[in-house]
């Protein structure tokens, strides 16, 4: 994690897997294979500002999932505001280091903080 911002607080409530949304079981699928290659890749640069970035750029994808399945629950979108609000400061905190860390390559820097809002 680059900083303050702890994604990994977000939760959903509490359900059994036979509960969970199917476009979350999806959405699981789907993306979190990719994750190991995203993170060989990172690893590959050997540059640690990317290494970093891309560690919370993957919790904020896991927390994407948390964030379906707790929409199947919630009836309206202030409700799911909390577990958004954590993503958001992520993205801002990942916006500051590219701004003042000079050894951070701006263009990897860039491309992950894109990534962040992709979902």
């Known amino acids: 994690m680059l900083g303050g ?3 990994s607080s977000v939760s959903a409530p509490s359900q059994s897997s036979s509960q969970e949304s199917k476009l979350a079981r999806e959405y699981e699928r ?11 890749a990172a690893e590959d640069l050997s540059i640690p500002q990317v290494v970093k970035l891309t560690e919370q750029f993957v919790t904020i994808v896991k927390a994407h999932k948390r964030i379906i399945a707790a ?8 409700d799911v505001s909390f577990l958004i609000a954590p993503l958001n ?13 000079f050894k951070a390559p701006p263009n990897h820097m860039q491309t992950m903080i894109d990534g962040f809002c992709l979902f």
């Open 5 to 7: 911002a702890n994604v």
């Open 30 to 40: 789907d993306v979190f294979p990719k994750i190991a290659a995203l993170t060989k």
């Open 71 to 78: 929409m199947g629950v919630f009836k309206k979108p202030s």
């Open 89 to 101: 400061a992520a993205c801002k905190e990942a916006s500051d280091a590219k701004q003042k860390d």
